[in-house]
């Protein structure tokens, strides 16, 4: 299931199922996403009560996905808000540009893979959410 919703989407990602029971597997190729991927990073050893993000990206793509455990992603365009749980390491969500995106309530063991479209950037950041909105305005 692949829909689009203000910038942010959940992508299913393609899962080939062992039929002697050895366990599942999905690949990531170049081609699979809407952007090259210049860099991969993971979280890991989240407390539960800690977050992550608290920002926007004015150019940098992402695709997140569980690979473990769960999490809550909060997405926010400035006009629309909205909480997805990543919980399936056969799904992922997309965030494009100009979203805002706070990760939070990690279950332990929880690990977020990160494909990000560019390498890190500072000054692709907004880190005030302010200074988000007057950007997306």
């Known amino acids: 299931m692949n829909k689009e919703v203000n910038n942010f989407y959940i992508i299913d990602i393609p899962k080939i199922?062992?039929?002697k029971?050895?366990?599942?597997?999905?690949?990531?190729?170049?081609?699979?996403l809407p952007f090259k991927f210049n860099r991969v990073y993971?979280?890991?050893?989240?407390?539960?009560?800690s977050y992550?993000?608290?920002?926007?990206?004015?150019?940098?793509?992402?695709?997140?996905?569980?690979?473990?455990?769960?999490?809550?992603?909060?997405v926010d365009n400035g006009k629309t808000k909205k909480k997805i749980t990543?919980?399936?390491?056969?799904?992922g969500l997309l965030i494009k540009t100009r979203v805002w995106r706070e990760l939070e309530n990690f279950s332990s063991g929880a690990i977020c893979l990160v494909f990000a479209?560019?390498?890190?950037?500072?000054?692709d950041y907004i880190r005030d959410y302010e200074d988000f909105l007057l950007f997306v305005r």
Request: charged letters at 30%; hydrophobic letters at 30%; glycine letters at 8%.
């Open 17 to 19: 199922i062992d039929k």
């Open 117 to 123: 479209s560019d390498t890190f950037k500072e000054e």
């Open 42 to 49: 993971y979280l890991y050893d989240v407390p539960s009560t």
């Open 86 to 91: 990543l919980n399936k390491p056969d799904r």
């Open 52 to 74: 992550r993000g608290g920002h926007a990206h004015k150019e940098q793509q992402e695709f997140l996905i569980a690979l473990s455990g769960s999490f809550d992603v909060i």
């Open 21 to 32: 029971g050895r366990g599942n597997l999905s690949v990531i190729e170049k081609q699979f």
